[in-house]
């Protein structure tokens, strides 16, 4: 080849000296690779797609893909390894959700617009990505959108009134747009999270309570105390000793 990259000169062979530069970094493709292999099974991403809306234990999720216990249980192991749903034990009760990665979010992302595109109604039931409960899709789509950062973030606090104008919507539809999509408040759901991801910083790190609280929106170790008491019926310091 007489030097050149490829066969034919087409006068971009700065772009393609770019391009060849990318394709040699093989293990990163591989990556890659594995991630989508990981969903090719489509139960598994039904999995998957259920644990990025919700917390849920094994009899849950198999009564709600409508499989056997030992089938979902596989699925999850194999979702966990790679890193994209994370669990938490609670007495004797595992339950199961997606894991706060970007890589996991932008997956439930991708996931969603391919079935939007893929398959307009979304199966039998709504279309995924277009309107619910009578909101615009882009409405929808920016609810969700708020709701990745937010999680992303769980140490910072907005009011509603400070979400409506960074998204620039009326601050009762917001609420209700949320509601809808999500089940719940956004108070409601963002305190859940913050008491979920304390209480995987108390189990897996040695940060102080006061750190923790800190990273999961709390000025106050105290309110977090109290909060994280509410939910898991004891303090933080009693549950990192529960669980060591």
């Keep these: 080849m007489n030097g050149k990259l490829t066969p034919h000169d087409h006068g971009n062979r700065r772009k393609t000296e770019s391009l060849k530069k990318q394709l040699m970094r093989e293990r990163d493709f591989d990556a890659v690779a594995d991630v989508f292999k990981l969903l090719d099974d489509s139960s598994r991403l039904r999995i998957f797609w259920l644990l990025c809306h919700c917390e849920e234990c094994v009899a ?7 499989m056997s216990s ?4 596989h699925h999850l192991r194999q979702l966990k390894d790679s890193g994209l749903i994370t669990s938490r034990r609670d007495g004797r009760e595992v339950y199961y959700r997606a894991a706060d990665t970007v890589e996991a979010q932008l997956l ?3 996931t969603e617009k391919v079935m939007e595109i893929s398959c307009p109604r979304g199966g039998e039931g709504e279309a995924v990505g277009q309107s619910v409960d009578g ?6 789509e920016t609810v969700r959108r708020m709701h990745d950062e937010l999680l992303q973030h769980p140490e910072r606090r907005s009011t509603i009134e400070e979400l409506a104008r960074r998204y620039l919507m009326n ?3 917001l609420k209700e747009v949320f509601k809808a999509v ?3 408040s956004l108070a409601s759901h963002m305190k859940e999270h913050r008491m979920e991801r304390a209480s995987e910083l108390l189990r897996e790190t040695d940060r102080s309570v006061a750190d923790i609280a800190a990273s999961v929106g709390y000025d106050s170790p105290s309110k977090f105390s109290a909060a994280f008491r509410e939910r898991y019926h004891m303090l933080p310091s009693e549950y990192r000793k529960a669980g060591k």
């Design 171 to 173: 601050p009762t539809t």
């Design 108 to 110: 439930h992302r991708v």
């Design 70 to 73: 030992p089938a979902v249980s």
């Design 182 to 184: 999500y089940g719940e």
């Design 60 to 66: 849950n999720i198999s009564a709600l893909v409508d």
């Design 135 to 140: 909101f615009s899709a882009e409405q929808v």
